[in-house]
T-cell receptor, first 112, second 113 residues
Framework: GQSLEQPSEVTAVEGAIVQINCTYQ??????LSWYQQHDGGAPTFLSY??LDGLEETGRFSSFLSRSDSYGYLLLQELQMKDSASYFC?????????????WGAGTKLIIKP | EAEVAQSPRYKITEKSQAVAFWCDPI?????LYWYRQILGQGPELLVQ????????DSQLPKDRFSAERLKGVDSTLKIQPAELGDSAMYLC???????????FGPGTRLLVL
């Protein structure tokens, strides 16, 4: 089967740093994506890692280790507007019609 | 900035009735996806189109759900008859062919009574 594991909920304080982990077991792997979804809203693309290492985009960074089937999203200088659910998703590449396999999401709660 | 359009945003219907959702992808995006998302879960793929052709509808409950993208642009997802368990958010996403990045519309929140 195919599965992605991420914590269901993470709590952090405004201004702090938080890391959301994702481990995966899939039959195919092209890369790991992260999406943000606010309550009642639609998922929005944050980042994509195809190669091992850290990718930085402003306050957000994403890391991938293909050998460990593991990745994480790092959010720095947390702001209240970062309160949302964060989904990791495995991209299966051309063999799977470029479909995404989604995790169940991590609800990030930020306290003032 | 180009966006994926969906309508309606909210729909309340009674079980056994028919409902339809519409999606207009970002111009130039050949690939279109319909997802269903239940609260607290990740999106579940229902159907994927490449232009006007169905690429994958293996998770679409075909006894009651149908989807079409006749001219390879906008798309309609229909449920007939609706059941209580169909209450969920229905999301449409689009992407360039061969891209791993998907862009989502605002979704249609369906409540079946």
């Amino acid at each position: 089967g195919q599965s992605l594991e991420q914590p269901s909920e993470v709590t952090a304080v405004e201004g702090a740093i938080v890391q959301i982990n994702c481990t995966y077991q899939t039959s195919g792997f092209y890369g790991l994506s992260w999406y943000q979804q606010h309550d009642g809203g639609a998922p929005t693309f944050l980042s994509y890692n195809a190669l091992d290492g850290l990718e930085e985009t402003g306050r957000f960074s994403s890391f991938l280790s293909r050998s460990d089937s593991y990745g994480y999203l790092l959010l720095q200088e947390l702001q209240m507007k970062d309160s949302a659910s964060y989904f990791c998703a495995v991209a299966g590449g051309p063999d799977s019609n470029y479909q995404l396999i989604w995790g169940a999401g991590t609800k990030l709660i930020i306290k003032p | 900035e180009a966006e994926v359009a969906q309508s309606p945003r909210y729909k309340i219907t009674e079980k056994s009735q028919a409902v339809a959702f519409w999606c207009d992808p970002i111009s130039g995006h050949a690939t279109l996806y319909w997802y269903r998302q239940i609260l607290g879960q990740g999106p579940e793929l229902l159907v994927q189109f490449q232009d006007e052709s169905v690429v994958d509808d293996s998770q679409l409950p075909k006894d009651r759900f149908s989807a079409e993208r006749l001219k390879g642009v906008d798309s309609t997802l229909k449920i007939q008859p609706a059941e209580l368990g169909d209450s969920a958010m229905y999301l449409c996403a689009s992407s360039f062919m061969g891209s791993e990045t998907q862009y989502f519309g605002p979704g249609t929140r369906l409540l079946v009574l």
